[in-house]
């Protein structure tokens, strides 16, 4: 169960790395907005971000 574990974090931290350069134009473009837009994308960002993380198994 552990060693399940440690390879899906393996496996996050991978796809976190790949992402990378989206992530930093999303977190670029969360700095930049002002108000609701600077929230809808920052949760928009993190929830994408989440459900890709959880779904490596189907893309593989």
Do not use: H, P, Y
């Not at 399940?4 to 969360?30: F, M, Q, R």
Request: proline share 0%; net charge positive.
């Amino acid at each position: 169960m552990i060693d399940k574990i440690w390879k899906w974090l393996v496996e996050a931290v991978k796809e976190t790395l790949n992402l990378a350069w989206t992530l930093v134009g999303l977190i670029i473009a969360t700095l930049t907005l002002t108000g609701s837009a600077q929230q809808i994308t920052a949760v928009a960002t993190l929830i994408t971000l989440g459900i890709w993380l959880l779904t490596i198994g189907f893309r593989k």
